[in-house]
């Protein structure tokens, strides 16, 4: 059954997302200094010097993660409904390599199953939980209008999906899916994105990426049908938006 929530409103909000193995430093306090990500499984990467980068990621066999990091929110929006062959082939004006292409395929074939885990404890599916705290939110609408017109309007087609603004806290969220699209954009601070799967006992840690000040992360995964959490967080007072919508089975 679809479930979408989409709320375009100003909230205090807390999330957990599903994120790929990468290093795990906090910027360092007081300077904000872009931190080097470090991705395992790393197959092909592109990257923009300052204007941003693009990683792909097979995260297992079967299982394509590509992470792209843009300075704006406007950068990515041309190439966001592109598959990660296109996305590659587009950005760099040449064929993609053989890994990738022979990686998706691969990711495209195994969206047709499903993992038959037994779900994490308590698991409740498509469940935003939001953390509030004391800061005041922010006293316009600020990019999220943009945001929200770029990254949102898709979800209403999708299995599961929410779009929230300004949130200023943790959040988490968690899915049963096979295909995911996730956006997050930092408008003040430095913040956390992190994207888990569930094993069957314990969740794996995907991704642990930091967005930077006017930066927006994208994630978007295809693979085998699996629980799968998204988390953004170290964001206490400080201001972004985010969009997560997608498929329980891959289309």
């Given at each position: 059954m679809k479930t979408t929530s989409f709320v375009l409103s100003l909230i205090v909000s807390s999330l957990s997302m599903?994120?790929?193995?990468?290093?795990?430093?906090?910027?360092?306090?007081?300077?904000?200094?872009?931190?080097?990500e470090q991705n395992s499984g790393v197959i092909a990467s592109l990257d923009f010097g300052s204007d941003g980068k693009v990683e792909f990621i097979e995260v297992e066999p079967g299982g394509l993660l590509t992470s792209a990091t843009y300075s704006s929110i406007e950068a990515f929006a041309p190439y966001k409904d592109l598959n990660p062959v296109e996305l590659?082939?587009?950005?760099?004006?040449?064929?993609a390599p053989a890994s990738l292409v022979a990686a998706y395929q691969q990711?495209?074939?195994?969206?047709?199953?499903?993992?038959n885990i037994t779900p994490p404890p308590d698991f409740k599916n498509d469940e935003v939980i939001k953390e509030d705290n004391s800061q005041e939110l922010a006293k316009t609408q600020m990019n999220f209008n943009e945001f929200a017109m770029t990254y949102c309007m898709g979800i209403g087609e999708c299995d599961f999906g929410t779009c929230v603004g300004n949130?200023?806290?943790?959040?988490?969220?968690?899915?049963?899916?096979?295909?995911?699209?996730?956006?997050?954009?930092s408008e003040?601070?430095?913040?956390?994105?992190?994207?888990?799967?569930?094993?069957?006992?314990?969740?794996?840690?995907?991704?642990?990426q930091w967005?930077?000040?006017?930066?927006?992360?994208?994630?978007?995964?295809?693979?085998?049908?699996?629980?799968?959490?998204?988390?953004?967080?170290?964001?206490?007072?400080?201001?972004?938006h985010y969009a997560f919508m997608g498929y329980q089975v891959a289309q």
């Open positions: 599903f994120a790929v193995v990468s290093c795990n430093q906090m910027p360092a306090s007081g300077s904000e200094e872009a931190q080097v590659y082939e587009t950005l760099s004006e040449s064929e990711a495209k074939a195994a969206a047709k199953t499903e993992s949130a200023t806290a943790k959040t988490e969220y968690s899915v049963y899916a096979g295909q995911m699209y996730n956006y997050v954009h003040d601070g430095w913040i956390r994105f992190r994207s888990h799967y569930w094993t069957g006992s314990s969740w794996f840690q995907l991704n642990n967005v930077g000040p006017e930066q927006t992360k994208s994630n978007s995964y295809i693979g085998v049908t699996r629980y799968i959490k998204e988390t953004v967080d170290y964001a206490a007072g400080k201001h972004y």
